[in-house]
Nanobody, 126 residues
Framework: QVQLVESGGGSVQAGGSVRLSCAASGYSFSDYDYMAWFRQVPGKQREMVARINAASGTTYADSVKGRFTISKDIAKNTLYLQMNSLNPEDTAMYYC???????????????????WGQGAQVTVSS
């Protein structure tokens, strides 16, 4: 059974940093997997924050460019999201996702992707 488990969330003051980890079990990450971080606040659509893939490189949402960095350690089977210069608008539940064939995506009512984690809450106070 494949599981993605996020860790590292918590509460931080504005301007601070948090690093999220996403550890996979039952599945071995490959450089060519599409791996991504999403976030969601209550009542809003889940949005892509950052994505990484060996062929297409890294992609970031405009709102986090220059502040967040996605990375992976294939040997540790772990995906990371380093978040710096956090502000209250970054408060959300953060989810990791992975798919061997195509980028995970979310629409208004559904998200698509082979594997998803359960989420890690990040709360930024002003």
């Amino acid at each position: 059974q494949v599981q993605l488990v996020e860790s590292g969330g918590g509460s931080v003051q504005a301007g601070g940093s948090v690093r999220l980890s996403c550890a996979a079990s039952g599945y071995s990450f490959s450089d060519y997997d599409y791996m991504a971080w999403f976030r969601q606040v209550p009542g809003k659509q889940r949005e892509m924050v950052a994505r990484i893939n060996a062929a297409s490189g890294t992609t970031y949402a405009d709102s986090v460019k220059g502040r967040f960095t996605i990375s992976k350690d294939i040997a540790k089977n772990t995906l990371y999201l380093q978040m710096n210069s956090l502000n209250p608008e970054d408060t959300a539940m953060y989810y990791c996702a992975a798919d061997p064939r195509s980028p995970p995506v979310c629409g208004v009512n559904n998200c698509y992707g082979a594997y998803w984690g359960q989420g890690a809450q990040v709360t930024v106070s002003s």
